[in-house]
């Protein structure tokens, strides 16, 4: 008798073939090509998507099924020029590349992204990759920017110059990414790729040692003969130490032989690509007569010129900061109204007491009166994202690169400090792009003075409790020209303490910004869209996680212990008593003489203890430190007004004025107050003794600069007569 496993088909019913083994891919390319996008498409998946180079810079995942099922998973490395590594996100490509990134598998497939209207700059990363012996597939992406600028490419000729499979691409659109799926399932299939291109006799002979003791190591002959050309350039000292000994030895061997015989080892692989390159771009791409001036040139003669390029620039960043608060005002107010409704709408089905505080005040409040700011932020992610989609950002940086080397920072270091505007931790992780590094170093210590977002909503609650609406000149209304000030003195501050850093600790030179203009587009809608979700998304998730914590956290230390007032007792004096003697009191009368000084009270001390876990927390607790106790006012009376309308319980004075509200603001400026960023601090600076050294610096400082500063706004201020 025959048995049958569960599940298992009946003896002669026809066997389902068993999906294909899935395959690995790994998607590289020069920066700004649309490799990027070229993953969205291929995986669905939704990835930030700047119009400026260097915008990935971790390795990123996303997986698909292709026509037979078979899954495919897409690795997103950084952006690269070549296989000689320069900066940090630069040597992840080639480890991956190479097999030898610790737990990551080994890739099946290559496919390299290059933009058909610049596809002779794309070629030397082609080239090299051509020598891995890998399957390899093209993906000639932004063909519609090359018709648009009247380029024509042979792709028949092209496939014959690389022995590749080359499939035309537009990926904003969609077109060609199916015949690139295709492509991908087959490319194990083809025959593999090699050198396109011969060294001369007498230098393959100098190399031929080279390439064998680098076999011996392990590596396959053809990546050997690769390996031989990187390490004769020197890019990196500590690449030929990886290999031992003997490799060192043979190294130095071949470059003495090659000088023998005339040949400049470092430049032998540049001059051998970079022929073979104008070659394959003689046989294979047709261009236009030279003419006039392009679209794109005659717009930078007026955005970079040298006076009226930096003036522009300001004025976009006054407009960007101007409409923050125009345009957003009325979504506020309606965010901020359903959050009211909702607090009084649940409130009305709970018991009064503890519960329905704990709800309406703790909960409801506190995280309401953080995501009142959505709007906001989403709008000064909207802008970011205009002014990289459409190619501004790259001129941006060149604009700044001249100020900024005078302080000591690279001109790449100005896309990690813009990034700041948004969020510190992103902006810390993108400085990898940058070589050098002492820069990168000092780049690090100064992003956190840029004002992310989570400055946005202490910026904007204070500024429209104590600045007046004003309109100057007819154009721009004194609280966004505040806004401004306040990002503009955080912007001034990173710089002139980058010149002290550079100067001091990280002294060295600065290398010159060399950088690719990219062409002037047209940001497309849907990618824009994405990219403002993503950013809120992240904003509301640490509004649910963080902030809701913190907000029943601090709810529940300004409600307990209870203080029972004797009958008759103001509403107003019972709840200052509450608060003075609960849990949270006690904290902030600890913390209050050394804010005292600064102009604020316990209740701004506790906030500001409470916004190091994020910066935007310091609005929450305020909230709930207003709410607890107050059924008169929660869920109807605004936190601004509360605020305008407090008194000092012994004098009867207002307890915050202009002065302190603008002492506060400059305070945030430039105090750490992030957890988050000081952890990736840590890492990103190094790790361990080294890491933890430059945290205690980065914050040590910066609260040094927050504390003086404000310090000085206050008594300033009030020694020019402004107490009030």
């Not at 610790?102 to 992204?113: H, K, L």
């Not at 092209?158 to 080359?166: D, F, R, S, T």
């Not at 940058?434 to 100064?446: C, Q």
């Not at 806004?483 to 002294?507: E, I, P």
Request: aromatic share 8%; charged share 15%.
């Amino acid at each position: 008798m025959t048995s049958i496993a569960p599940g298992a088909p009946p003896a002669g019913a026809p066997r389902t073939p068993a999906p294909p083994a899935p395959l690995r891919v790994a998607l590289v390319g020069n920066p700004n090509t649309g490799k990027s996008t070229v993953f969205n498409a291929l995986t669905g998946m939704r990835q930030k998507v700047g119009n400026f180079p260097g915008v990935t810079v971790e390795r990123l995942e996303g997986n698909y099924r292709d026509e037979d099922g078979r899954l495919v998973t897409v690795l997103d490395l950084p952006g690269s020029y070549s296989l000689s590594p320069h900066a940090p996100d630069e040597a992840i490509a080639l480890d991956v590349l190479l097999g030898r990134a610790e737990g990551v598998p080994p890739s099946d497939v290559i496919v390299v992204v290059v933009d058909a209207h610049n596809l002779d700059r794309n070629l030397f990363l082609t080239s090299q990759l051509l020598e891995l012996g890998l399957p390899l597939v093209v993906a000639l992406n932004q063909m519609d920017a090359a018709a648009g600028a009247g380029i024509r490419i042979d792709v028949p000729e092209l496939i014959h110059e690389l022995g590749v499979a080359v499939i035309p691409t537009v990926a904003t659109r969609g077109e060609g990414i199916d015949a690139l799926r295709r492509a991908i399932a087959r490319a194990p299939g083809f025959p593999r790729p090699a050198r396109q291109f011969a060294l001369d006799a007498a230098a393959a002979a100098n190399i031929a040692p080279l390439e064998s003791a680098l076999r011996d190591t392990g590596l396959a002959p053809a990546v050997a003969s690769l390996e031989a050309l990187r390490l004769l350039a020197h890019v990196n000292p500590e690449d030929p130490h990886r290999y031992g000994a003997a490799v060192e030895h043979a190294l130095q061997r071949a470059r003495a032989e090659l000088a023998a015989h005339g040949v400049n080892a470092h430049a032998l692989e540049a001059e051998r690509r970079y022929h073979w390159i104008t070659g394959v771009m003689q046989r294979t791409v047709q261009r236009p007569p030279p003419g006039g001036r392009s679209m794109s040139d005659r717009v930078d003669r007026v955005l970079l010129h040298r006076v009226g390029g930096p003036l522009i620039f300001l004025a976009l960043m006054a407009v960007v900061f101007q409409s923050i608060f125009t345009w957003a005002q009325p979504l506020m107010t309606r965010v901020g109204a359903f959050f009211d409704w909702l607090g009084v709408t649940v409130g009305a089905y709970l018991p009064a007491g503890d519960l329905r505080s704990l709800v309406q005040d703790g909960i409801i409040g506190g995280v309401g009166s953080v995501l009142t700011f959505l709007p906001q932020i989403a709008i000064l992610f909207l802008c970011i994202g205009i002014l990289e989609d459409s190619g501004y950002m790259a001129r941006a940086a060149y604009l700044m690169d001249r100020y900024m080397r005078r302080v000591g920072l690279h001109g790449r270091s100005f896309i990690p400090l813009l990034s700041g505007y948004a969020c510190a931790v992103p902006a810390i992780m993108s400085t990898r792009s940058i070589e050098e590094p002492k820069d990168r170093i000092a780049t690090i210590m100064v992003v956190p003075l840029m004002s992310c977002s989570a400055r946005l909503p202490v910026y904007t609650l204070l500024i429209a409790a104590f600045v007046p609406g004003l309109t100057l000149y007819g154009l721009f209304d004194l609280r966004g020209v505040t806004l401004l000030v306040m990002y503009l003195l955080g912007t001034v501050t990173a710089f002139l303490v980058a010149w002290v850093f550079r100067r001091t600790l990280l002294r060295g030179p600065t290398r010159p910004l060399i950088i690719e203009m990219p062409p002037y587009r047209l940001p497309r809608i849907r990618p824009l869209a994405m990219s403002v979700w993503q950013r809120a998304m992240l904003f509301v998730r640490r509004a649910g996680t963080i902030i809701l914590s913190l907000s029943v956290v601090l709810w529940a230390l300004a409600t307990y212990p209870h203080t029972h007032s004797a009958p008759g007792t103001p509403a107003a004096a019972a709840q200052e008593a509450q608060l003075s003697n609960s849990a949270l009191g006690h904290v902030g009368h600890a913390i209050e003489p050394a804010v005292r000084p600064l102009g604020y009270d316990w209740k701004i001390g506790v906030s500001i203890a409470a916004s190091f876990a994020a910066r935007e927390v310091f609005v929450s607790t305020m909230s709930t430190i207003y709410g607890v106790g107050d059924a008169d006012t929660a869920g109807t009376r605004a936190l601004r007004d509360r605020l305008r309308d407090e008194r000092n319980p012994a004098t009867g004075a207002r307890a915050y004025t202009p002065l302190v509200a603008v002492g506060l603001m400059v305070f945030y400026v430039f105090a750490m107050m992030c957890m988050s960023t000081m952890a990736v601090t840590v890492r990103e600076s190094g790790g361990g003794r080294t890491g933890w050294k430059w945290a205690a610096v980065q914050f040590g400082y910066m609260l040094v600069i927050a504390y003086g500063a404000a310090w000085l706004v206050y008594h300033g201020g009030r020694a020019l007569g402004y107490a009030g």
